[in-house]
């Protein structure tokens, strides 16, 4: 595919590559956030263990409120980039690229990393203008609606299967080492070690969460569909569940760091 070159200009222009690496540090604040209200959960001090509790602990904060539309306005290049990708192909700003890079495969992960950071774009805005209603109250009240017709559970079915894929494919991706090919270096021992931790963790976490909603579509049961939070609610009434829920935490403070190293280190 023969791009423009006003295309190939802004691509390769630093301010735009610099712009968009500052979404990979606002990515890293939101994970050490969710890890701390996951920490918090351990310890029986409550809370919402996904992105929109982290951000209900920021808005509590002295200028929080400023802090969440500083996340939100660092989240559009970034998501902006993935755009990017899901029209041309994994890293644009690299000169004789892999042809493997614009692959429909890649193209969805792409695709499906911009859905991501709109979507947490999105509920930094809500927060930060005072709409506070956490994630997992929109999400069982979404789930209710749909359970009430056959077609709407089939759907809820595809989305938990489709979100436990995701979640396997992370713990995959961290266990096989493969996050390493995002890198412009070939990854130090501690961020390969925090790469691998943190994507396994967190790819655990979501998979669980992806199960859980199948289930919840199975069962009729909208509770079980409230996503992240329901995953790590799930894993502290297990045996064992205040460990289990600081591996959790722990996991997403890795990955928080990791995502610190694809600020400076990341392919683009």
């Known amino acids: 595919m023969v791009r423009p070159p ?12 610099r712009a968009a690496r500052a979404g990979f540090v ?15 959960i351990a310890i029986g001090r409550g809370g919402h263990a996904d992105p929109s509790g982290a951000m209900a602990t920021l808005a509590e904060a002295t200028d929080g409120v400023l802090i969440l539309w500083a996340i939100a306005a660092a989240l559009i290049p970034l998501a902006a980039w993935r755009l990017t990708e899901a029209l041309l192909g994994l890293h644009p700003a690299e000169k004789g690229r892999d042809p493997r890079d614009a692959s429909i495969g890649n193209r969805l992960k792409a695709l499906g990393l911009l859905a991501v950071y709109c979507s947490v774009g999105f ?15 929109q999400n069982t009240g979404l789930s209710a609606q749909l359970m009430q017709s056959f077609s709407g559970r089939v759907l809820l079915v595809v989305v938990g299967a ?20 995002d890198l412009t270096i070939s990854g130090g021992r501690l961020v390969v070690v925090l790469g691998v931790y943190g994507y ?22 909208p509770a079980k ?6 995953a790590v609610q799930t894993l502290g ?3 064992s569940g205040d460990a289990l829920l600081m591996f959790a935490a722990l996991g997403f403070a890795a990955y928080g760091l990791y995502s610190f190293a694809l600020a400076r280190w990341a392919r683009m």
């Open 200 to 221: 396994v963790a967190e790819g655990i976490v979501y998979s669980l969460a992806g199960i859980l909603v199948v289930v919840a579509a199975v069962r009729a049961d």
């Open 237 to 239: 009434a297990a045996d």
């Open 162 to 181: 489709v979100i436990a894929a995701i979640g396997g494919y992370y713990a995959y991706k961290g266990a096989s080492r493969r996050f390493v090919d």
């Open 26 to 40: 606002a990515s890293g604040s939101l994970h050490f956030l969710i890890a701390y209200v996951i920490a918090r």
């Open 123 to 137: 509920t930094c805005v809500r927060f930060a203008v005072g709409s506070r209603e956490p994630s997992r109250e």
């Open 6 to 17: 006003l295309v190939d200009r802004i691509v390769a222009h630093d301010g735009v590559r």
């Open 225 to 230: 569909a409230a996503g992240l939070d329901a």
